[in-house]
């Protein structure tokens, strides 16, 4: 059972673009979605994490929307960058914060920005 | 800070045989993790630790995966026998409850 769904499976966005990877989720106790980053080699990075009592949250050209009726969020990339380029996995997890938790991840949208 | 470390890297071995990976956390994370991550797909996880007691291992295939976290700081993760499906990448993350939940680069396993 994936109780988190990822689309697209891969993207590709020219230099300034904006990247928009879509996530659905199952699950209604989930109330903590966090985006990691992951370059070859390297284990997941957090990038930004929203909680279910906000519909959007911004940090620099990170943006989360979360739409909790339709159990939905999006990451996006606003003015996307060649060292953006990295598999993105969506996650969420019961516990606010997401600490001592298990992460139910989605299956990665693999971004490649050209120039 | 050193972050999660973890080794080795990388590993080869045939099927059948035995192989552990081992795991250090960051400083003061009383919770550990350890993830498998296959090809093109996310992390899913294999055990949760709380210090050293073992909160949640519903994931992990006990018939042939063994985990242990001596003194809650160090964990090691073992499979014996190892199967070719079990060629996966193993990360190892830590958190507190303060937060900080940070993987390590993980474990390439491949099993021939």
């Known amino acids: 059972q994936q109780q988190v769904k990822q689309s697209p499976q891969s993207l590709i966005v020219q230099k300034g673009g904006i990247s928009i990877i879509n996530c659905a989720y199952e699950?209604?106790?989930?109330?903590?979605f966090p985006w990691y980053q992951q370059f070859p080699g390297k284990g997941p990075a957090l990038l930004i994490a929203i909680r279910p009592d906000v519909s959007e949250k911004k940090e620099g050209r990170f943006t989360i929307s979360f739409n909790k009726s339709a159990k939905q969020f999006s990451l996006h990339i606003m003015d996307s960058q060649p060292g953006d380029s990295a598999t993105y996995f969506c996650?969420?997890?019961?516990?606010?914060?997401?600490?001592?938790?298990?992460?139910?991840f989605g299956t990665g949208t693999r971004l490649q920005v050209t120039l | 800070e050193a972050g999660v470390v973890q080794s080795p890297r990388y590993k080869i071995i045939e099927k059948k045989q035995p192989v552990a990976f081992w795991c250090n956390p960051i400083s003061g994370h009383n919770t550990l993790y350890w993830y498998r991550q296959n090809l093109g797909q996310g992390p899913e996880l294999l055990i949760r630790y709380e210090n050293e007691e073992a909160v949640d291992d519903s994931q992990l295939p006990k018939d042939r995966f063994s985990a242990e976290r001596l003194k809650g700081v160090d964990s090691t993760l073992k499979i014996q026998p190892a199967e070719l499906g079990d060629s996966a990448v193993y990360l190892c993350?830590?958190?507190?409850?303060?937060?900080?939940?940070?993987f390590g680069s993980g474990t390439r396993l491949t099993v021939v």
């Open positions: 996650a969420a997890s019961k516990g606010h914060t997401g600490t001592a938790s298990k992460l139910t």
């Open positions: 699950n209604t106790a989930f109330d903590y």
């Open positions: 993350a830590s958190s507190s409850i303060a937060g900080g939940y940070t």
